[in-house]
């Protein structure tokens, strides 16, 4: 579970650094780049640990399957609520097929 929350704190910060810009095109782009740069690093306090703990209880393939999938989550919400897009139904085809892969991951076959 603390894997899981890790990562979830990771990927809002990493949304934010690549993508809160986005709102802000009159800002010039190496102050953009240098904010991005100033959350991408509370990013990677998250990050690390995140794989560090999580690879004693999953494989090297299987947390980056979890991080991608809790990316779309919070990348979905962030897109809706921040920058205000429409979430279409082929994104959520999208998801569910990604909900596939993670099924075929973490099967025991």
């Known amino acids: 579970m603390k894997t899981i929350l890790l990562l979830c704190a990771f990927n809002i910060f990493m949304t934010f650094a690549w993508y809160g810009h986005l709102k ?9 780049v240098l904010f991005s740069w100033l959350i991408a690093f509370a990013e990677y306090c998250f990050m690390v ?17 979890i991080q991608e999938v809790i990316t779309l989550a ?15 139904w082929n994104y959520l ?14 099967k025991k076959w």
């Open 24 to 32: 802000f095109k009159e800002v010039a782009l190496w102050k953009v």
């Open 49 to 65: 640990p995140a794989n560090r703990i999580g690879y004693q209880q999953f494989s090297g393939a299987q947390l980056k399957t």
């Open 74 to 88: 919070v990348f979905a919400i962030f897109s809706v609520f921040y920058l205000k897009e429409p979430l279409k």
């Open 93 to 106: 085809v999208s998801f569910v097929l990604i909900i596939a892969a993670v099924f075929f991951m973490f």
